[in-house]
């Protein structure tokens, strides 16, 4: 249920952005009707929505992908289109090629690397296309916004609860994920900030 409001969160907010973009703009030489008439248009267009993920198999990310399919079956407006990178930086590179390509009106990112994915970013910023990164994001900042959780703070309240385990004294080891992952970044220097202190 909390996946499905995510999702359903993520795909309004960047609907909402999107048709502000598209809204006609006021101007002395614009009459109310026509207006009007462009309004009309943008009501009745399918938008289009490129979703490229780190990878199907992670549980999470099968239940996220479950939710975008059934918000897109109940938004008659959207069309979702899903592509699993499976776990490689250089085919969610070229799967974002892919979506820029067939015209998306935007991309939603879910960034397999912190560095590597952000070449993504770059590419749909040449292309005017809008970005909305979600659960882990890149280091380029020119994404419209993030929806997501704070990892550095959770790594940062994991490494002071292994401290307080330990009563500070001891060794610990980290297991790290993927590396170059947003998460194993800055998760990894939320655990360190904690247990230096």
Known sequence: MKKMSLVFIVIMLFFSMILVGCMPKSSSENSTGDNLKNTNKTESKIFKIGITTQAWKHEFLKNLINAFRQVDEEMDNVELILIDSQDDVQRQ???????????????????????????????????GVPVVEVVSYTENEDYLTFVGTDVKASGIMAGNM??????????????????????????????????KT
């Open 93 to 127: 590179l070229n799967d974002v090629d892919t979506l820029l390509a067939r015209g998306v009106d935007g991309i939603i990112l879910n960034a397999l690397s912190f560095e590597g994915s952000s070449a993504a970013v770059s590419a749909c910023k040449e292309a």
């Open 162 to 195: 292994a401290a307080e385990l330990i009563d500070k004294k001891g060794r610990v080891f980290e297991i790290e994920g993927i590396i170059g992952h947003t998460d194993q970044i800055n998760r990894g220097a939320g655990i360190h900030e904690a247990l």
